[in-house]
């Protein structure tokens, strides 16, 4: 079995995170540069037994596309050229920004950390494959 990664996709930032091979746990991995994103994620598949991939779908409350879908697409176009064999699906990721910062809040960090907009999209990566393996 190979791991299943996860990307919370922004337009300046990317909060990834990863499962175990075995596919159980979920843990962040890190954030990277949105341009950064394609030469990091090829140097991770070469190095990395990779099956999936999971990219967060942003909706608005009545289930339409946010407006940050449009990058998205692009994002897509790109990752479907450089990687034609990863398999990839959209796991809604409504509310996964405010769950991370609860989540930072609820773990006791200080006020200071959790203005760190990294960590925070690194949870919502998190949040969004674990929201997908404990469907």
Do not use: C, H
């Not at 090829?42 to 990058?71: C, H, I, R, W």
């Not at 990687?83 to 989540?103: H, I, Y």
């Amino acid at each position: 079995m190979g791991r299943i990664l996860a990307l919370d996709y922004g337009t300046k930032r990317t909060g990834i995170a990863v499962t175990d091979e075995l596919q159980i746990i979920a843990s962040g991995l890190t954030t990277v540069s949105t341009k950064e994103l394609i030469p990091f994620l090829k140097k991770y598949f070469s190095e990395e037994n990779v099956e999936l991939v999971l990219l967060g779908e942003p909706k608005q409350m009545d289930n339409t596309a946010s407006q940050s879908e449009v990058n998205i697409q692009e994002f897509l176009k790109k990752f479907t050229v450089t990687f034609p064999e990863m398999k990839l699906e959209r796991v809604d990721e409504r509310f996964t920004s405010k769950m991370a910062f609860q989540s930072m809040i609820d773990s006791g960090l200080k006020k200071k950390q959790r203005k760190n907009k990294a960590l925070v999209d690194e949870i919502s990566a998190t949040i969004i494959l674990q929201s997908y393996l404990y469907k």
